[in-house]
């Protein structure tokens, strides 16, 4: 199933962990105007050619799966697969070579924040937007690396992070972009 939040507190008409709920389950629930929580491959259906995608992996053991739902759906526009866990964007590397990948760091960047990206072959990286500093961003850039800012909502914060010369911004506002 496609859900950001680790509960479906804050997206549906009950609460509880998501974890602990069956498919069918999840798929009961009200998530506003009569709308249900949708699974992977009926969100690829629905974007088909219109949209890109970032896939973000945020459980551990499903990078194969992913792989395989976005193979058996025919989803041919651009598709990230994007994880703080670094050992299912290994999974999704051996199950598709060719597929684009973006690192993410969380706030406290690792002692080589580039080596996990290098070895990985990622082609994008995601940062929390406080953590990076211009001499960061032209070390990705010079390795021909994308980088990411996210959660960037304060106007101001958007602003400079575009005159920093980011190649993409995550907000919950998009239409300050």
């Known amino acids: 199933m496609l859900l950001h939040d680790e509960t479906i507190d804050r997206t549906t008409n009950k609460s509880g962990n998501v974890a602990e709920m069956s498919l069918e389950q999840v798929q009961r629930l009200d998530a506003g105007n009569w709308q249900r929580i949708p699974t992977l491959e009926e969100a690829l259906d629905i974007c088909g050619r219109a949209i890109g995608v970032i896939l973000e992996l945020k459980v551990e053991g499903i990078g194969n799966e992913a792989c395989a739902i976005v193979k058996r759906t025919g989803f041919s526009n651009s598709l990230l697969y994007a994880s703080f866990l670094m050992t299912e964007l290994h999974r999704v590397r051996q199950a598709d070579a060719a597929a684009q990948l973006m690192v993410l760091h969380h706030r406290h960047l690792p002692l080589d924040p580039v080596a996990e990206v290098v070895a990985l072959d ?17 070390t990705y850039h010079n390795l021909g690396r994308k980088v990411f800012v996210y959660t960037v909502n304060d106007p101001k914060d958007i602003r400079r992070m575009r005159e920093m010369g980011v190649d993409g911004i995550v907000s919950d506002y998009p239409d300050r972009i």
Do not use: I, K, R
């Open 122 to 138: 990622a082609s994008h990286v995601g940062l929390h937007y406080s953590t990076l500093t211009p001499p960061l961003l032209q």
